[in-house]
């Protein structure tokens, strides 16, 4: 099965300062990744998804970008966070057909 | 565009007995997939129960079981014999069942968040 590994799990970061994600994911090939957000006491939102290599696709316009740059790593960065950045992220993995997608413990982030 | 809604913010079951969490989605496709996704106060996402909406028999996972309507877009989660343990945000997600990386990604609901008194 699956194993996602997401950090840092914590992270605290002044407005203006650059952020990078990293996800890696375990047990699986040439997996589809995703990167989703939580606002506080909120559903989650899709941000970035990727089929592949160097394959990117957003699904809302927003001060954050993603990049795949291996098959089984998957990275969300920011040039200049902003407060509205704050969020808990979560990375997530599915293969093909009916698979489930599987989370990784995700990344709790302040921006202050 | 799909989308989940999930009526219920809130629901509260005493320990031991059944409570029944409401999901209903919007789509145009005949063939998809529905999740019923915990968050535990970890916030880890832990999969509960899934369902083939080709599929007539409703899913059936230990204590967890769906009710799933398709010509009335429904699809509740059933928890029975309620534990301490099942206090958690539960999210009922949607996805296509069409190729393509795109129709992998799971459309969520805003999520019901239930708790569990002894």
């Known amino acids: 099965s699956q194993t996602i590994h997401q950090w840092p799990a914590t992270l605290v970061q002044p407005v203006g300062s650059p952020l990078s994600l990293e996800c890696t994911v375990e047990?699986?090939?040439?997996?589809?990744l995703y990167w989703y957000r939580q606002a506080a006491g909120r559903g989650l939102q899709l941000l970035f998804y990727s089929v592949g290599i160097g394959q990117i696709s957003s699904e809302v316009p927003q001060n954050l970008s993603a990049s795949r740059p291996q098959d089984r790593q998957f990275i969300l960065s920011s040039k200049k966070l902003l407060l509205s950045d704050s969020g808990f992220y979560l990375c997530?993995?599915?293969?093909?057909?009916?698979?489930?997608?599987?989370f990784g413990n995700g990344t709790r982030l302040t921006v202050t | 565009a799909q989308t989940v809604t999930q009526s219920q913010p809130e629901m509260s079951v005493q320990e031991a007995e059944t409570v029944t969490l409401s999901c209903t989605y919007d789509?145009?496709?005949?063939?998809?997939?529905l999740f019923w996704y915990k968050q535990p106060p970890s916030r880890q996402m832990i999969l509960v129960i899934r369902q083939e909406a080709y599929k007539q028999q409703n899913a059936t996972e230990n204590r967890f079981s769906v009710n799933f309507q398709k010509a009335a877009k429904s699809f509740s989660l059933k928890i029975s014999d309620s534990q301490l343990g099942d206090a958690a945000m539960y999210f009922c997600a949607y996805r296509s069942a069409g190729s393509g990386g795109s129709n992998y990604k799971l459309t969520f609901g805003k999520g019901t968040l239930l708790t569990v008194n002894p």
């Open positions: 789509t145009s496709e005949s063939d998809y997939y």
């Open positions: 047990g699986t090939s040439n997996p589809n």
């Open positions: 997530a993995s599915t293969g093909w057909g009916n698979s489930p997608l599987h």
